[in-house]
């Protein structure tokens, strides 16, 4: 009995893969955005739904992949990656400029390694160990720019930069940070 069942299955098997042959239903994982398929692979066309694997990021959109749900390209994070809204930002990276036309016209970003003195777009994370110590409104494309830098005794912060362990805001400058205001941050 167990002799027929798997001839049956077999049998069912080599017809489900016929039928896909000659439906054009039978994807690749290369193919798998344009053809609706929401595969799980590390990096390379998806569709909704599905996961940005760790250390990677959105890079394209395709308005008529996966079926004209859409379809993101998932590629691995590098230093001056210019990466789709929506997609992840990797532990380490700041974002520094923004382009609204950018990823088929729902905006891009870029995202550069975190180091001292460098320029970020309104919206993107503090990475540890730095504050912010200036503001331009008309920056990154108009989104607004803060200045990073490494925390020191004696560095002035804007509203809303961390205030790293082992330090304290003390005096006040109202016209620091481009206006918003800013503090003395000094050792504690």
């Not at 996966?66 to 994070?77: T, V």
């Not at 210019?82 to 930002?89: A, D, E, G, K």
């Not at 730095?130 to 925390?151: E, F, P, R």
Request: proline share 5%; glycine share 16%; hydrophobic share 35%.
């Amino acid at each position: 009995m167990s002799f027929l069942r798997s001839r049956f299955t077999a049998m069912v098997g080599a017809i489900a893969i016929f039928a896909a042959v000659f439906t054009g239903t039978a994807t690749s994982t290369a193919s798998a955005a344009e053809s609706g398929s929401a595969g799980a692979t590390a990096g390379g066309w998806t569709c909704p739904g599905t996961a940005v694997p760790p250390g990677y990021v959105i890079t394209a959109f395709n308005r008529s992949g996966c079926n004209g749900s859409g379809a993101w390209l998932h590629e691995p994070a590098r230093d001056g990656i210019w990466t789709c809204s929506y997609s992840p930002i990797v532990t380490g990276y700041v974002i520094t400029g923004y382009i609204r036309s950018g990823c088929d016209g729902i905006g891009a970003w870029q995202h550069k390694l975190a180091r001292d003195g460098i320029w970020t777009c309104g919206g993107s994370p503090v990475v540890s160990g730095y504050v912010i110590t200036n503001y331009m409104k008309s920056g990154c494309d108009g989104v607004g720019a803060w200045y990073h830098q490494l925390v020191r005794d004696g560095i002035w912060t804007c509203p809303y930069s961390p205030i790293p362990a082992g330090y304290r805001s003390t005096t006040y400058n109202a016209t620091g940070c481009g206006g918003l205001g800013a503090w003395l941050t000094v050792r504690a």
